[in-house]
């Protein structure tokens, strides 16, 4: 023991024995500088100078009288580490540490622990407490608060303890820590592992500035004898604070940005904190702010511009509105920075970037956009005063050079640069500390000598020296941390937390001449991994001023702990309970720690001889007041769109519709396409009669004359109608709910119908009656009850027209035919004769030889008959509906397109081909054929054109498809698919797909569609079942039967049944159907089924596993593999080549299914049963040779994200024990995979315990069990084709 005394005195001279205590304490309080008690700040509520309480009996806080004590602390980074260096070693272990675990034994302190001993403690009472010396983790200075002989809360039955925060000089009064895990735990001298620590996370703050509990250990268990008193009676503690991150601050909902700080932020919209984070940073350059202010965009008028807060487009919609440009919606952005007292918003800007709603909320890279921003603004600028100007702030010069060693030749390219990205960590793996060593690292020197020798030109190989030498830094250096990092062994990108330290002053003299000493100005910090995160920016806006943390909208003061060594990444140790554990398993354990997953990504250094100038901030109206006045005014319509939506609030639109109005309507009715040529804004509050006195003022006609409706949505049956309007009713009650089909959620409004008496001309609304006499004021007392209102309409059959005739109203016990007899229809249907509109009717309309007939346009898709003798009330008709005249339709009619006076062909007979024609001879007819007419997109394909599956077609090409480039005129080319450059690029040979856009019917059957197909592309006429197959998607592409195959479909089935089995097509909207077909080399039935024969779709594939070509070959069905191939051999193409001995095999989801013998019956085969033989067909090659104890082995191709397989795999004569090395190079020159895309690929063995990444001196067959597998693991060519690989991240980052 006493060696043990003396080792942990030498280790640790502050820790010791309670000896060591004695004389360095005393009963003396610990005073202030007026020998005053120190008391906290704000005593605890409820507490007097006796008690330190706060009464709640669990955690809490208490702080009150203090003695002085001895605290110490040590920086164990290991536990025990340093005992490994002396005395002799029993084993790995020194013979000196034992199982014994006395307090003497207990690891030294840890950088973020404090340890506290107390002499004495029997000697307070309760509510007495006393205060260690404070330790700091991080900027957060702790201390513990103990009360040795409890609370009074506890009456004094429990010791107390608390960790106190005790914020160091300079925090903002406003300072909290966010999340500090803590604990604190009463040690026991004799054997520590009776300590039962306790630990919790707390937001520290001034108002939350201490937390612990009250019931830490009975006070009743102190004794020397229980171990929990030590020599002198000494209570010892042991306290740890976990701070993840430096102090921030506190702001409430009445925190004014720009009067706290001077800045205000950007508001985030979605993901968009990246971009929020550089332009803060660019910004707050005063010189950049300068250059984006000089450029004159020009007198562009801002009101036709779209509204700055205007919504986003969504993906795949270009938007409406101009969109300003790009200098333009900077200058905006930085006017409202400098201006504003809000958050700005950055929807202008990024609509000027072409981003739309998915890109707001795609994640991208600061430093990506930093470079793409720069190259688009120097792009504007070009022509400009202000060109080059960017170059001349940003951009430095760096050399490359090789230079020969042992002969006088060398050579220098000059670049150019916008940013520096220094490694994290070196090529050789080492972690680098500091941008000293990263930018050593970036500028080291490679020796080239041996295979790798250099081309000298007139010297041959020589060994010569390769690096780069920094000429200039620019005044502004943009500095990227390479956080981000293609791991080898995960083959993935992973984020690098490790710590790497930056300096306040940077002295760049060594790297460059005359390059000087820069200072740090921002600092852009990225929170999370590599597939998500937030950033944010630290930033010194000026020299003479401290730091600001700018988080999107939120813009706080910080220290500069926070804004520098806080972002130095690493990690922190946790807190954790190590007094379970003896010493021997403590010994040499590392703590554990957490990594920081905040770090700095991008710095901003200032070269310090010119810092004051680049940083002073420019004067708008000095540098361009035309902007100035631009921004301004564009405040001023923002503030009065601002005002409108308030308005909105209060008001709501009118759009005042007359007869007239609805007079214009052709067609069905369809309440979106009503007009109107008034628009009024009225109180939701004010009443239909201030309504109807408003227009009285406007036509000349009399409020007593005059009838109201407005539109509103009837929930049984669901329509949009008029309904009339109560003059004593608000328009509040008739306001559209949010939910009916009417309703305008970007602006509501309320379409109100105004219908004037019988008499008033129809244009004019002058009083023009057919009889003379005086209005009789008759709609002024309209009652709903005996009263209808009808939009009346007619029907043209030879014109197949639909006119609207105005608005009748009479009483609803009247007849319907009443509209006609009374010579209204007539006269409102004369001006569309006369203007040959609609053809004109008999003369002796009233005669007995000619009827009426009237549908009601009971909905879309439904007209009803009615019987135009009853009484309107008895027809079911109320105010607000629509009916339809026409002529009563005869067994045939005349003229059905444009009057040309042809017969209209009626219904084909039931068993031709040719598609019919159905007559349209009343309203009914009319309504049927427009919910049957339909545009379908056809495209025809080859029966040769190669499996394109999952998106991949065995081309030999890999990687994604190269976009095509413009073509010879200027003039962009047609922008394909990925499948469709994947075909274009396929050794195959055959005929690309052709589309043509048809009209057809869905009333058609199946054979009606296949003969318009037929029809239009040139198809040959057959006899019997058609040869012509239709899909939804190309045949090659989809595992889908054939849409009109007789095992699924019969000869009734119509085209609206395959339609309703598109899943595209699951809205009620009506789109383009789309359909593939293609035309089958064989008549099926007749010349194949019916003669025991089937057909089978034959691919042939190289040594290079290519497509090269196919056939479709017929064989019997009871035949054999052999058959095919025999059959095979007589259709392959001449310059397929193939030589030798064929195999066959079937591969299904992109495995090997099986690879069959000759002998195997055709009827085991999968694609024997499926009826799509173009996707579920045969693969045919040449027979791989084996050597003597070789194996056929399969090797797929994986999908590096989603693991799934994809393409068509290989198969390999392998050795066993064989190298992967060895493998993989075969693979590659079999497959001729460039060397740019090979590096990334792995060789992978996938079996039950999981998936291995074969290393290249590993044998490929090392896991023996039967189920191993081997997978070439890259990306996938093509993902945006596959559900199960789309990502957001995947989009790239561009700015138009």
Known sequence: RALLALIGEKMNPDRGNGDLYEGALGDADLRSADNSPTLPPHPLPGLRESDSSDGDGERGSGRRRLRRVSEAGGDGARLLAGL???????????????????????????????????????????????????????????????????????????????????????????????????????????????????????????????????????????????????????????????????????????????????????????ATCYMNGLLQSLFHVGEFRRMVYSIDCGGQDSSKLEDPDAELPKAGDDGEGKVPPLIQALQNVFYKLQTSDQAVNCRELMRSFG?????????????????????????????????????????????????????????????????????????RGQELQNIEESLRDFTAEETLEGDNAYEAEGHGKQRASKGIRFLKFPPVLNLQLKRFHFDLEKMDMVKLNSRFEFQRRLNLSSFAPGAGSYVLHAVVVHSGDVNSGHYYAHIR?????????????????????????????????????????????????????????????????????????????????????????????????????????????????????????????????????????????????????????????????????????????????????????????AFRAHIPQFNAPHFDTSDPYLMVLCVASRGYDLRSLKWKPRVEGKPTGELSRWNDDTMVLLLAKYFCPHQRKIVTLGCY?????????????????????????????????????????????????????????????????????????????????????????????????????????????????????????????????????????????????????????????????????????????????????????????????????LRHVTASVALAFDLPAQSGESRIWLFHGPPSSTCEDPLNTLALRNEQTTLREIQRSALYLAT??????????????????????????????????????????????????????????????????????????????????????????????????????????????LRVEAEIPLADGQKLVEVYHCDRHSQQAYGQPLLMALAPGEKSGSVKARCKARLNVPDTEFKSWRLVRCGRSGKTHLKDDEAWDADTSPDAKLSLEHVHPNPTTSLARQARYNKPLTIK
């Not at 007041?625 to 639109?653: G, P």
């Not at 007539?826 to 007939?853: A, C």
């Not at 029966?943 to 003039?971: E, F, I, M, Y």
Request: glycine residues 6%; hydrophobic residues 35%; charged residues 25%.
């Open 84 to 270: 490994g260096e002396r005395g002799p070693l029993r084993g790995d272990i020194p013979v000196h540490i034992t199982d014994e675990c006395t307090k003497e034994n207990l690891p030294p302190v840890a950088d973020h622990e404090i340890e506290f001993t107390i002499p004495d403690a029997l000697s307070y009472t309760v509510g007495q407490s006393v205060r260690s010396h404070p330790k700091t983790v991080g900027n957060f200075r702790f201390r513990l608060l103990v009360f040795p002989g409890g609370t009074t809360c506890t009456s004094g039955n429990q010791v107390s303890a608390f960790v106190e925060a005790d914020p160091v000089e300079g925090l903002d009064p406003r300072w909290v820590f966010h999340g500090v895990k803590y604990q604190i735990g009463v040690i026991n001298w004799k054997n520590y592992r009776l300590t039962n620590p306790k630990s919790d996370t707390w937001t520290f703050s001034k108002d939350g500035i201490d937390r612990g509990w009250h019931d830490i250990l009975k006070t009743s268990e102190l004794s020397q004898e229980s171990g929990w008193l030590g020599p002198d009676n000494s209570l010892y503690l042991r306290g740890a604070c976990m701070v993840r991150q430096a102090d921030s601050m506190t702001v409430g909902a009445d925190y004014n940005f720009r009067r706290e700080t001077g800045y205000i932020g950007l508001k985030n919209h979605g």
């Open 541 to 729: 806006p000026t020299l003479e001023h401290g730091w600001f943390k700018f988080d999107d909208d939120t813009v706080t003061p910080c220290s500069e702990y926070a804004a520098v060594e806080d972002n130095f990444g690493g990690s922190d140790p946790t807190v954790w309970c190590y007094f379970d554990r003896t010493p021997r398993e403590l010994y040499g354990m590392q703590a554990p720690t957490r990594p920081r997953i905040h770090n700095a990504y991008m710095l901003v250094y200032i070269r310090e001889d010119c810092a004051a100038a680049v940083l002073r901030p420019p004067d708008p109206k000095v540098v361009n007041l035309k902007m100035v006045e631009r921004c301004d005014r564009e405040v001023r319509l923002a503030e009065q769109r601002r005002k409108e939506k308030m308005e909105q609030q209060l008001k709501i639109k009118i759009k005042l519709v007359f007869e007239r109005d609805l007079c214009q309507m052709t067609g069905f009715w369809d309440h979106a396409e009503i007009p109107s040529e008034h628009v009024l804004k009225m109180g939701r509050d004010q009443l239909a009669k201030d309504l109807a006195a408003q227009i009285e003022s406007m036509v000349d006609v009399p409020q007593a004359n005059m009838v109201l409706f407005s539109l509103q949505y009837r929930n049984s049956p669901r329509q949009v109608r008029f309904a009339f309007l109560q003059p004593s009713s």
């Open 809 to 1005: 109203y009479a009483q609803n016990a009247f007849p319907l035919i009443a509209m006609v007899s009374d010579g209204w229809v007539m006269e409102r249907l004369q001006p569309y004769i006369d203007s040959k509109e609609v053809h004109p009717l008999p003369e002796d309309t009233q005669g007995p030889g000619f009827q009426w007939e009237c549908w009601e346009e009971f909905s879309e898709r439904d007209m009803q008959a009615r019987n135009v003798k009853r009484a309107i009330k008895l027809e079911q008709l109320w105010s607000g509906d629509v009916v339809i005249w026409q002529p009563a339709s005869p067994p045939s009619v005349e003229a059905a397109e444009g009057g040309t006076g042809e017969t209209l062909p009626t219904v084909e007979d039931a068993d031709s081909d040719v598609p019919p024609n159905y007559p349209v001879n009343n309203v009914s007819d009319l309504a049927a054929h427009m919910q049957n007419s339909i545009e379908v997109s056809v495209t025809f394909h080859d029966v040769r054109q190669p499996l394109c599956a999952d998106g991949v077609v065995s081309n030999g090409h890999w990687g994604a498809p190269r976009p095509l480039s413009a073509s010879k005129d200027g003039k962009a080319t047609e922008e394909l698919r990925p499948e469709d450059q994947a075909l274009r690029l396929s050794p195959a040979t055959f005929c690309p797909p052709q589309t043509k856009e048809m009209r057809m019917d869905l009333r058609w059957q």
């Open 355 to 427: 981003w739309d709603q998915m890109d707001a909320f795609t994640q991208h890279d600061a430093q990506e956009l930093n470079r793409i921003l720069c190259d688009r603004l120097e792009e504007q600028m070009k022509g400009t005063p202000m060109d080059g100007s960017i170059k001349e702030l940003f951009e430095g010069e760096m050399e490359n050079f090789i230079e020969c060693i042992d002969v006088d030749y060398q050579s220098r390219r000059n670049e150019t640069f916008y940013d520096i990205q220094l490694n994290i960590k070196g090529e």
């Open 1068 to 1177: 009620q909207t009506k789109k383009v159907l789309n359909l593939h077909v293609v035309e089958l080399p064989f008549q099926p039935g007749r010349q194949i089924f019916d003669r025991g024969l089937v057909p089978f779709c034959v691919r042939f594939y190289d040594t290079a596993v290519r497509e090269v070509g196919s056939c479709i070959v017929t064989v019997p069905t009871d035949g054999v593999v052999a058959d095919v191939l025999a059959e095979v051999q007589k259709a392959m193409p001449q310059e397929v080549g193939f030589h030798g001995v064929l195999q066959c095999m079937e591969v299904v989801e992109s495995r090997l299914h099986k690879l069959y013998s000759s002998d195997t019956p055709l009827r085991q085969l999968l694609a024997f049963s499926k009826a799509n033989i173009f996707y579920h067909c």
